[in-house]
């Protein structure tokens, strides 16, 4: 089990940007799979990009929606997962949640499916006005 803590969200206006952190607290540190996931009201949950940790060369994907405006990154010195979030549109508003497998992702790293993943911060607003 981890603890994860997301941070820096906020309001911002079309073609604007953002960086998301999630600081992860582990009992110790091994490869993990992270993810941030989000939800705009009256919307299903939805993968946004995973990226395996602690690897020299981590492997990272991400949804078609964000797709080059959009960067996952981790810092393994500080356990902390980063999302940039660049050219923001109104349609990335929505809760954004961290999220952590501890495992190797494998088919994590493309399937976007929230079972993967057992451990999930408290989310951290993201509005994007026109």
């Known amino acids: 089990q981890v603890q994860l803590v997301e941070s820096g969200g906020g309001s911002v206006q079309a073609g604007g940007s953002l960086r998301l952190s999630c600081a992860a607290s582990?009992?110790?540190?091994?490869?993990?799979?992270m993810a941030w996931f989000r939800q705009a009201p009256g919307k299903e949950r939805e993968g946004v990009a995973v990226?395996?940790?602690?690897?020299?060369?981590?492997?990272?994907f991400y949804a078609d929606s964000v797709a080059g405006r959009f960067t996952i990154s981790h810092d393994n010195a500080k356990n902390t997962l980063y999302l940039e979030m660049n050219n923001l549109k109104p349609a990335d508003t929505g809760m954004y949640y961290c999220a952590d497998r501890d495992a190797y992702c494998g088919a994590s790293l493309w399937r976007f499916n929230g079972a993967d993943f057992g451990s999930w911060g408290q989310g951290t607003q993201v509005t994007v006005s026109s």
């Open positions: 990226i395996e940790t602690g690897t020299n060369d981590s492997d990272s």
């Open positions: 582990r009992d110790h540190y091994a490869v993990h799979c």
